[in-house]
């Protein structure tokens, strides 16, 4: 080759490497573009106290369903147990769909046995709908079964929307773990004995630029304390202090 034909050829890589670096440098700077504005949701560590409440005296069901967040008093109305979600990216989230899993089905049917077990006056049913607390031919109390799914418009970085947003846990899982609790203390478990359900929450959400993001989160529920009345007349059930927290 001339050195003419060096230098042309020397010319071409030199443009060929210089079209390359600009490429990934474009390519950078619409990767930091998105994640200007890319949500970022996450499941705060949330705890409970499950007290008798109003509904625990309704039909004589002998077991606490009042799902109290820990750190509020409990009032005359119902708690229902919600879960908060924050915004810990740099961009709201907008459209949020949020979906719960958990086998249903083997929960009734363990906390059905326990109660056969330990000769309990109740047991729990399952429909298309509803689960019900039966006493005496009677449905003494029942939840939704299908309350499962909830949207919400938007949810802003923590920055501008630091309390994030709540969602309820499903209430037929709060039922089977109140029953599945106190059963645990009829059979005289130990703690480490008795192990709360996992549950899975699905997270489907858009960004501004409308690029649609999954996410995927497991929860595990920790006994953090169990009470029992002070007074040995009082009939009252026992009441559980929980924590749940995100695992996976």
Known sequence: MTAGEWISLGSSIGALCAAVVALFTLLELSKQRKSAYKPDLCVLKNQYDIKPGTLGKVGGIPFALDWVPQGLPQ???????????????????????????????????EVNQMAQRTFQTFFLTEDDFFICVKSNGKNNYRVNNKFDSFQFEYLLPIGNQPTGHDIFLPPAYTLLVAAYLFLCLIEEKSITEMRIPTIELDLSYEDIGNERHDTHHKLQGNISSITHPSNKEDKSPPEFGLEFIEIA
């Open 75 to 109: 009032s005359n109305k119902h708690f229902w147990a919600t879960i908060r979600i924050v915004n810990v990216g740099f961009g709201a989230a907008k459209n949020i769909n949020t979906k719960w899993k958990f086998d249903s089905n083997l929960l009734l049917n």
